[in-house]
């Protein structure tokens, strides 16, 4: 082919047909389109608004708001101003997102890895619960945790407790369990998995526990069982029966097939041991008896757990531990030094942990060491007068500020108490706050375990297999081949979904939770500022969304290959 | 199994022992009574056409597939379910895969010191003066901080090798090494493997490649169906070998 190059005879039409200069001139064209629209619109809101004198403007911020918040925090009252409900609307909205996005990661982690596993069971429930949650809307999700689950809850006067009031008995033979698994699975620690004296002695050994702890609770509701504990009557018609049952049982598994003998054997002795541990009484029966008060009430009202209260002396335990924080971190670096330089493996992760509980132990020692105030002020009728601090608390004259104040523990684990039609302590959550919060947390849970399934298939089965050939374990694997590898893939989307909680958060007005655009929309119907208001809340939803996303990018950086 | 000539090692022991090998994948039998002895520093070559099992047996021999019956003895170590003996015997063997498998988030000297630091507890000194001995050795020392990502195939190849070195295994496994490269790839890293061969490794390839069979084998293994149809020296193979599916399988390819 011969290149023919034929100059425009016609110059003007030679610029127009330059392919940068159609270019210019449709960007140019373009920007004054979207500006001359946009102008329009703007115009025309003002002007119209200025007619009924509703100019956007921020002044009306400061004017009283007069209406009440359900479950408002203590600094806002109906007297306080527009911009201090905004506020309250501001902090309930952030409430749900932060604990929102924390809960539906691990969730949805979780899941993910489920949707994963070789268990049958395991893959099926999470598949279902996956489709389930992905594939009806969000809003009929909230009406179902709302008024299907919060408002069947029992009534504020009969409250769900947790744990239950009474005495739980703890049987002292549960110790013995445990020692004798440990000591059992040591023995057996050096066999191979299938081996069949392994097998025997492991199923045996639940055989043994499963028929004892079964025997203990027939005894434990029915009259004639209880009589057959410790009775070791040899001659007693049921023991001679139960004796040739299992002689029967023996001879069954004797001749079970090859591969299903020793497990049946085990399974035939073990319940044996049980049964003639239970009939001579030689199990014992003993049990330790624990006083249960309730932590956490569940009624229609919202849920009440106990609350944790800082005292004077927290700054002092504080100091403790944040010493042997710095320790742990000192010993991470220099053991990782001594890891790189020796090669030999330190369990730092552990010298960290104890370095910090040691302090931690200390400090509540030392701080706990010195002596409460013998006397303190108090109020008694009208007039302040010292009393010795027991007989003060005896007598209900402590606030809850004046036992924060003479405590000898860096905390206070204050019980819900309730009097009357409310409760006087405890941290109270209320059931609105509570089903936004599982809606969200459930609903994105099941995007994100599809995430984290597609991340973890992603990495090529190579990968995997090159590393098991080098002799990695299965956990150094997971850590520092497949999960640097699998982020890469999670990150981005995981982003979105974060995106998507926190945007779905506006949700809240269909149950009434009084997020920031309940709030601001009660505010706008108050006040007439619709432009002002939808301003404020599509610029807080913008600062959220660009925060997750400054975070996310961060990590995608991180995670991102070099190739040529 | 037809014990048609005698087989020649260079050193009697035999490090790898398979009896009676069988395994299934669902309902087909894709290693029908594998019995071979490798002895130590012999380089046995495995061919036969796809779907044979050749694949499969080798990755039997470091764990990577099951067997189902039959005895694995690595080095006197059985391969069990016992998951310390895997461990041990997958320490003391290193593995080239067809798509080089290269750890693509790491450098390529972060590839060849992991397993040494890792599992063999080198100080991070000696397993990083032992990767730049090794790439020197598979002639690549200038590569040592790029990411796998930023070289050719037959590089990746030779790092892929060096990385199993490093961990100064008794025993090489390459599962068809150069399938994926390159014509012009492939010499260069036959030439490593070669070297390698010549310094005493015991290795056993999985390979198309006849010119390097011939030249480096000291025995040769032809797969057909799960199971071993012929086995012998390469001079054996190529010029006279006996099993009419032996002699197919040569007249198609050569």
């Known amino acids: 082919m011969s290149a023919k190059s034929r100059p425009s005879r016609n110059p003007i039409l030679a610029i127009i047909s330059n392919v940068r200069v159609l270019q210019w001139v449709g960007q140019i064209v373009f920007v004054i389109i979207v500006v001359a629209l946009f102008s329009l619109i703007w115009t025309s809101i003002v002007t119209s608004l200025n007619t009924k004198n509703l100019a956007p403007n921020f002044d009306f911020l400061q004017n009283r708001a007069g209406f009440d918040i359900s479950n408002a925090p203590d600094w806002y009252s109906s007297n306080s101003d527009y911009w201090t409900a905004f506020q309250v609307g501001v902090t309930n909205s952030l409430r749900v997102i932060v604990s929102g996005l924390v809960l539906t990661t691990i969730l949805g982690i979780l ?50 407790t947790f744990p239950s009031e009474g005495v739980l008995p703890i049987p002292l033979r549960f110790a013995i369990y445990l020692v004798l698994f440990i000591f059992l699975r040591r023995s057996v620690d050096h066999l191979v998995i299938n081996a069949p004296r392994r097998v025997f002695i492991i199923t045996a050994f639940y055989a043994a526990v499963i028929a004892l702890e079964g025997a ?27 004796i040739v049952i299992s002689a029967v049982l023996l001879a069954a598994a004797w001749f079970a097939p090859q591969e299903l003998r020793w497990r049946a054997l085990g399974l035939a002795v073990g319940q044996l041991i049980g049964g003639l541990l239970f009939y001579f009484g030689i199990a014992p029966n003993a049990a330790l008896r624990v006083e249960l008060v309730p932590a956490v009430y569940i009624s229609v009202r919202g849920f009440v757990f106990p609350e944790i209260l800082a005292t004077a002396r927290l700054a002092e335990w504080l100091a403790f531990v944040s010493v042997g924080v710095a320790l742990a971190i000192i010993l991470w670096i220099y053991f990782g030094r001594l890891i790189e330089t020796t090669g030999i493996q330190y369990q730092r992760g552990w010298y960290c942990v104890l370095a910090i509980v040691i302090f931690a132990a200390l400090g509540w020692v030392f701080a706990t060491a010195q002596p409460p105030p013998t006397v303190v002020p108090v109020e008694q009728d009208g007039q302040i007068v010292l009393l010795p601090l027991d ?62 399934r597609a991340g973890i298939l992603a990495v090529p089965r190579g990968q995997l297999e090159a590393s098991r050939a080098l002799g990695l374990t299965t956990v150094q694997t997971l850590r520092m081949i497949i999960l640097p590898q699998a982020l890469r893939v999670i990150i981005p989307p995981l982003g979105n979904q974060y995106l998507n909680l926190s945007k779905n958060s506006s949700l809240a007005i269909a149950i009434a939770y009084a997020d920031v655009v309940l709030v601001t929309t009660t505010i706008m119907n108050q006040s007439g500022q619709s432009v002002t208001g939808i301003t404020m809340i599509m610029i807080f939803y913008l600062i959220i969304s660009l925060l997750i996303s400054v975070v996310t990018n961060g990590f995608n950086r991180r995670f991102k290959l070099v190739t040529r | 199994m037809p014990d048609t000539n005698q087989v020649t090692a260079s050193n009697g022991e035999p490090i790898i022992i398979c009896r009676d090998v069988n395994k299934w994948f669902g309902e087909f039998h894709v290693l029908r009574d594998i019995s071979v002895d490798v002895a130590q520093q012999e380089v046995v070559v495995v061919i036969g056409p796809s779907g044979s099992g050749k694949s499969t047996f080798i990755r039997c021999i470091n764990r990577l597939e099951e067997h189902q019956a039959g005895q694995i003895i690595v080095d006197g170590i059985e391969l069990g379910n016992d998951v310390r003996n895997i461990a041990a015997i997958r320490r003391e063997i290193g593995m080239v895969f067809q798509q080089f498998n290269l750890f693509p988030h790491k450098t390529v000297l972060e590839n060849i010191t992991l397993a040494p630091t890792k599992v063999r507890g080198w100080p991070r000194e000696k397993a990083e003066a032992k990767a730049k001995e090794l790439l020197e050795r598979v002639g690549i020392p200038e590569q040592a901080a790029k990411y796998p990502g930023q070289l050719s195939g037959g590089q990746q190849q030779r790092v892929a090798i060096a990385r199993a070195l490093a961990m100064e295994p008794k025993i090489m496994l390459f599962d068809e090494p150069t399938s994926a490269l390159d014509p012009e790839m492939i010499k260069e890293v036959l030439d490593v493997m070669k070297e390698l061969a010549r310094s005493g490794m015991t290795m056993l390839v999985v390979t198309h490649e006849m010119g390097f069979a011939r030249e480096v084998a000291d025995r040769i293994l032809f797969f057909d169906q799960g199971r071993i149809v012929e086995q012998g020296t390469p001079t054996y193979f190529f010029e006279s070998a006996q099993h009419p599916r032996t002699k197919l399988f040569l007249s198609q390819i050569l």
């Open chain 1, 111 to 160: 899941m993910g890895i489920f949707l994963l596993s070789s268990n049958w069971l395991v893959r099926t429930i999470s598949r279902v619960y996956v489709e389930v949650l992905r594939n009806t809307p969000l809003l009929v999700q909230l009406f179902t945790w709302y008024f299907i689950v919060m408002l069947a809850l029992p009534s504020f006067q009969q409250p769900l």
């Open chain 1, 216 to 242: 203990f609770r027939l005894a434990f509701t029915q009259p004639t069982w209880a009589a057959y504990y410790g009775s070791g009557n040899l001659l007693e018609f049921a023991f001679l029966l139960y």
């Open chain 1, 391 to 452: 007989e003060a608390r005896e007598q209900g004259l402590l606030t809850r500020e004046d036992e924060q104040l003479y405590s000898t523990q860096p905390f206070l684990f204050v019980l819900p108490e309730k009097r009357g039609l409310r409760f006087v302590s405890g941290t109270e959550i209320a059931p609105e706050y509570m089903a936004l919060l599982l809606g969200l947390t459930v609903y994105t849970s099941a995007f994100i375990a599809e995430i984290v």
